[in-house]
């Protein structure tokens, strides 16, 4: 008779207490696994790198540190460039400015160049997508100028603008410009038929077809010749900067070069590679964002 | 006083060119549909059956005869003959409200309130039971979802004459029941005027009140055409031993299969 009686106490008293311990304790192991698993592939991530790149900086020491080496070793390169890391900002005047200010000038320009190069490319891709004779008669001649090399332009920008600014901006422009023609012209032509009996049937007309049909069915494939244009204008603005003095990046690595300071150009070839693995980035992460859904049908 | 039908095509012919070679599709199409009625034009694949819907839409140009909408010929295409396209052709970028919001803008943009269009909207999708999802993208509801969100796009230009081609085709066997009563449902409430096009015996029984029997192409031609003498509502169930309906069924089966059978493997 008593067993009974104590088992409907304990089964009544139990689900209030322990029912609090179950709900905290599923939910702090998951909690516990889940930040162990992103470590781990975090780690699986940067520690290849990590390593990779700490034998390579050992390999340079060694083979640096000979006497009669031409190049310094990374331990020099630090030393030499310790006052140009910790202060990027400072600014006495002409030329002579932190490594900010250079890398603020050099963008600037490819910003502007770039942004050309996207409004006019995406406008002059779609005409070439959508029209046949465009097509016909502007490919042939956008398929010889690409492939001109950028810095073959500079000349005759100086020549025409008479002035080294716009005409860095002109060859960042008209090196980024082709990819994104020629990817937003693949894009229009690719639309589906589908997309286009839509619009005839609401007939929305060109301007409406352009931006609510056109341009969200070939965002995927603008985005595409975009992130190629950002990659060609980092090329780009080095070489021009090189070429047109002034405050820049590029314009800096040749002073570097003529005032022997090696271990400068070593400091100015690790920013200009960080800067534009940056701004690729930046550039896909606005391709993923804009072209959210429009992949998947 | 003259009598003429609703939607009216005056015998049509249509050919593609391509090159030097000319190939007839379809040869004197003639065929009156009254306001409210329910078409089926059934015919093997390859027929041009689907061609002759986009000439009605006016996606496709006639090569000789003329569509005429209340007496008016038509040759472009218009929200008055709002088409529900095979494959859904829902715009993947937008939601499901914004797909059908694109098309409530721009045939009541001038004529409606924002707030009345978002009525609209919201009635359109709730017609067709698809309210809940109206913030989901095509990419994440299933096919038949799709399918009743582009007929809730057509549904809602108010369309003089509704085009459905092959709406059902894509979807597995009970998914396109569902669907069918859907359709049977809205059809039933609103008095739509319907030219469906499709390859199902069954579909084309149950849903129609005439069926247009096209011979095969090259050249097709309308071979018969079917009344369907079944009382509205119609239940999919008890219609399956009715004795008309399988008459009807019996018949188009018969003009299928034994009169104008499929001659070249597909």
Known sequence: ?297 | MPTFPYLKLDHIDKSFTRGTTETEVLKDITLGIEKGEYVSIIGHSGCGKSTLLNLVAGLLPVSAGCVLLENKEVNEPGPDRAVVFQNHSLLPWLTVYANVKIAVDKVFGGTKSRQERHDWIMHNLDLVQMAHAKDKRPAEISGGMKQRVGLARALAMEPKVLLLDEPFGALDALTRAHLQDSVMAIHQKLGNTVLMITHDVDEAVLLSDRIVMMTNGPAARIGEILDVPLQRPRKRLALAGDAIYLKCRQRVLEFLYERHHFVEAA
């Not at chain 1, 599923?26 to 696994?33: E, H, I, N, S, Y």
């Not at chain 1, 996207?118 to 005409?127: A, F, P, W, Y």
């Not at chain 1, 286009?196 to 931006?211: C, D, P, S, T, W």
């Open chain 1, 1 to 297: 008779m008593n067993m009974p009686v104590l088992k409907t106490e304990t089964a009544v008293s139990f689900p209030t207490t322990p029912a609090k311990v179950l709900a905290i304790a599923p939910r702090k192991t998951p909690v516990a696994t889940r930040a162990l698993a992103r470590a781990k592939a975090v780690a699986v991530n940067v520690v290849p790198p990590v390593v990779v790149l700490a034998i390579g900086l050992l390999v340079w020491e060694l083979l640096c540190r000979k006497a009669g080496a031409t190049l310094p070793p990374p331990s020099k390169v630090l030393n030499d460039t310790w006052e140009l890391i910790v202060d990027p900002f400072f600014d006495r005047g002409g030329l002579d400015k932190g490594l900010f200010w250079h890398m603020s000038a050099s963008l600037q320009r490819v910003a502007l160049g770039y942004a050309l190069a996207s409004i006019v490319g995406v406008l002059l891709g779609t005409l070439v997508g959508q029209s046949t004779w465009a097509m016909r008669g502007l490919d042939p001649i956008f398929q010889v100028l690409r492939t001109v090399p950028p810095l073959a332009w500079l000349p005759l920008s100086l020549a025409a603008f008479r002035n080294g600014q716009p005409s860095a901006i002109f060859v960042i422009f008209i090196t980024a410009i082709w990819p994104v023609i020629i990817n937003t012209a693949v894009g229009i032509r690719n639309i589906p038929q589908d997309y286009r009996n839509v619009a005839k049937v609401l007939r929305l007309n060109q301007l409406e077809f352009f931006y609510k049909i056109m341009v969200p069915a070939a965002a995927p494939y603008i985005f595409t010749g975009l992130r190629i244009g950002i990659g060609l204008s980092w090329l780009a603005i080095v070489a021009a900067e090189m070429l047109i003095g002034g405050v820049g990046i590029g314009f800096f690595i040749w002073d570097a070069w003529n005032s022997s300071h090696i271990s400068e150009i070593i400091l100015a070839l690790i920013y200009v590679g960080l800067v534009g693995f940056i701004l690729d980035r930046i550039v896909a992460a606005a391709a993923t964002i804009v072209t959210r859904g429009t992949a998947a049908n």
